[in-house]
């Protein structure tokens, strides 16, 4: 049998990721106190604004896309003659 | 000694003709010393115009080399060797060699000084890179290769008649910077976009990208779209048209790079959101947002082709490349699975990976020229690449449900390029100033300050939050077997239905008229199909026989050739009737 690697069958391994992942973000958060967020436009300088602004494109992106499938979506052998 | 050289184009398309006579160990040390010595020749060039040739009273000029044509020129070059390491244990030489007359035509595009040399190579583009898509032998494939030469010969066309008009117009064949002032620019322009896959110009990518071998799309994804961007760089910088269809571009693929099932046809999504950047740099059209397009364009070959690459290691070690089929894979293919996240990582623009030393060039220029929503559109595009590329892609290939596939590493040959792609995405991402060096305008810019690592790290994992949370909950896009409607929709299934009712309807009224025009066009397609099948005939019979076929076999290939041509699976017979339309203007018009 040649050799696997099983490191994320183990949940702990996972849950392990997942903290460290949420341990990062808050130091992202903290960390913007101690640079000085010079901008090109003034929404720039509302604490927190990337992360806030990149949580919600993703909701907004994830949800309108799934709206955008009802319209588009076709069996996968919709060109099929 | 770089004068005694034939230009780069002519290195590769001609040394592309002997791959077929050399066996062995020997070729695969040719096919890779091809564009080692295309990079040192191009290393030595001088500034200035090189290769000029008289052809019929004009000035063809071969190699127009300054800092804008040089650094695509590299990338290009670097591509083709990793193009080929990939590719090198593949025993199909029809792969090969259009592979490479691809890659030369595509440099012959990039040097040309002149509009003549620039569309003979365009148009050899457009061909090599159509025996690429069909290259997997499929139906699927084939038909979608037909759906690709079609448009982009009628692409072709627009550039041709706007060549033409511009030619009259100005009474030289050189060109430079053009701008959108007249009807032939317009033309030009539209012929340049629909290589560029800018929208609505774009089904024929996603359409046809997926469609080719594990290593021929590797290829695909580098040449067409990004020689489009450079001439738009060089003709139409500051269009404002460009913004616009830039951030169409950036936008609207990413959502259906979230619905789309096929890893290779995320990334043709993908491939697009990221010329949509370059876009929008072309468009803004200051020297830092210029910089910005040539550096997008440098970086995102490399790593869209390492994307492509990771997705290709796995379509040829299991068969399969649907979301819905593989997962898992980290266990089996841990060195494909680290490269591919370096892949994602650099199309992410994660700080110290390469994508971001270039995007954030262009997102600042946005800035910089305070384009409020052209700024807001590519923070929410940025946002868009993590999902589909920088999450989805290896998620659901590597990890994500364990589709029990137990699938070894590709061969060396495919991890070494994948290896390689991945160092320099690395490397340009912490080394970044040689290639800032490169970019055609003095560079003043500086990625890494506090504020913008930690700006751009905020977006990136609070996105990636989302998905977490997503994932968790099951709010997530489910993946499904689907097929998702796109432009290509248009000439599909409405063009047969328009047909149709047309046929009906009007049929009836002028079915004489029809009938002798009917029977003019179908004699001067016969006239160009026969005389393009006896011509490919010819040919091919002799380099069979070298070959060493004989007898059934060689009588097998000889139907086959001529079944192709006749049922129009082969793009030869329209590439005949493009080259002599273009000969007639030619007569006609000086």
Redesign the interface.
């Known amino acids: 049998m ?1 050799k ?3 490191i ?1 069958d183990n949940p702990k391994n996972v849950k392990r990721l ?1 903290m460290g ?1 949420f341990v ?2 808050v130091m ?2 903290i ?2 106190s ?8 003034s929404v ?1 300088h509302f604490y ?8 919600i ?3 907004l ?2 949800f ?3 709206v ?2 009802k ?9 099929d003659h | 000694m770089i004068i005694n050289m034939p230009p780069p184009a002519l290195v590769f398309i001609l040394g592309a003709v002997l791959i077929p006579f050399i066996r062995g160990k020997a070729k695969a040390v040719y096919m890779l010393a091809i564009p080692v010595v295309v990079f040192i020749t191009l290393l030595n060039l001088p500034m200035g115009n090189a290769w000029i040739v008289e052809f019929w009273g004009y000035e063809l000029i071969m190699g127009r080399v300054d800092k804008l044509s040089l650094v695509f020129a590299y990338v290009f070059t670097i591509m083709a060797f990793l193009g080929v390491l990939f590719a090198l244990h593949v025993k199909d030489n029809l792969q090969h060699v259009s592979g490479l007359v691809y890659v030369g035509s595509t440099l012959g595009v990039v040097l040309a000084g002149d509009f003549l040399s620039l569309y003979l190579f365009w148009e050899i583009m457009a061909v090599a890179s159509t025996f690429l898509i069909i290259a997997s032998r499929t139906r699927a494939s084939r038909e979608a290769g037909f759906r690709y030469i079609l448009v982009h010969l009628i692409g072709g066309l627009f550039l041709l008649a706007g060549i033409v008009l511009y030619i009259q117009k100005t009474g030289t064949i050189a060109f430079d910077y053009i701008g959108l002032t007249g009807v032939e620019s317009y033309l030009i322009f539209i012929g340049i976009a629909l290589n560029a896959a800018a929208i609505p110009l774009h089904a024929w990518l996603p359409d046809a990208y997926p469609m080719g071998t594990p290593t021929s799309t590797v290829f695909l994804s580098a040449f067409t779209t990004k020689s489009a961007v450079y001439l738009l760089i060089r003709t139409f910088p500051g269009a404002d048209i460009l913004l616009v269809i830039g951030a169409l571009m950036v936008s609207l693929p990413i959502f259906y790079a979230v619905l789309e099932n096929d890893i290779r046809r995320v990334l043709s999504y993908s491939l697009m959101n990221q010329v949509g950047f370059m876009l929008v740099g072309i468009g803004i059209g200051t020297e830092l947002a210029l910089n910005g397009a040539v550096a997008h364009a440098f970086c995102h070959i490399i790593y869209k082709a390492l994307l492509f690459m990771a997705a290709g290691s796995v379509l040829q070690m299991t068969g399969k490349i649907k979301c819905t089929e593989i997962g898992g894979l980290y266990k089996t293919m841990p060195l494909t699975c680290l490269f591919c996240m370096v892949g994602a990582a650099s199309i992410s623009a994660f700080p110290l990976f390469s994508g971001f030393v270039s995007k954030s060039m262009i997102i600042s220029a946005s800035g910089h020229e305070q384009i409020f929503l052209i700024w807001l559109v590519l923070q929410f595009a940025s946002t868009g690449v993590v999902d589909h590329a920088g999450i989805k892609v290896p998620f659901f290939t590597f990890f994500g449900h364990d589709s029990g596939i137990r699938a070894k590493e590709p061969p060396l040959n495919m991890l070494l390029a994948m290896g390689i792609a991945a160092a320099l995405c690395v490397g340009l991402g912490v080394f970044y100033q040689p290639l800032y060096n490169l970019l055609p305008f003095p560079v003043h810019y500086e990625p890494y300050t506090g504020a913008h690592v930690i700006g751009q790290l905020q977006l990136l994992m609070f996105g990636a939050l989302a998905f977490t949370l997503l994932i968790l909950s099951g709010y997530y896009v489910p993946e499904v077997r689907s097929r998702n409607l796109d432009a290509d929709w248009t000439y599909r299934k409405f063009g047969r239905f328009a047909y149709k009712i047309a046929d009906r309807g009007l049929n009836a009224l002028n079915r004489v008229s029809e009938r002798i025009l009917m029977r003019i066009i179908k004699g001067i397609v016969s006239f160009f199909k026969t005389m393009a099948a006896n011509l490919a005939l010819f040919v091919s019979v002799n380099v069979w026989l070298v070959l060493g076929y004989r007898g059934k076999r060689l009588e097998l290939k000889k139907a086959r050739l001529y079944d192709d041509i006749f049922q129009g699976t082969l793009p030869i017979g329209i590439g005949a009737a493009v080259t002599i339309t273009f000969v007639l203007l030619m007569y006609v018009l000086t």
């Not at chain 1, 101690?34 to 436009?41: C, L, N, Q």
């Not at chain 1, 319209?71 to 060109?79: G, L, N, S, V």
């Open positions: 040649k696997e690697l099983t994320f997942r992942f990062a973000l992202l958060l960390a913007e101690f640079v000085e967020m010079h901008g090109y436009f720039e927190g604004f990337y992360a806030v602004y990149g949580f494109s993703y909701v992106l994830i309108a896309a799934k955008l499938r319209i588009i979506m076709r069996k996968e052998d919709y060109y």
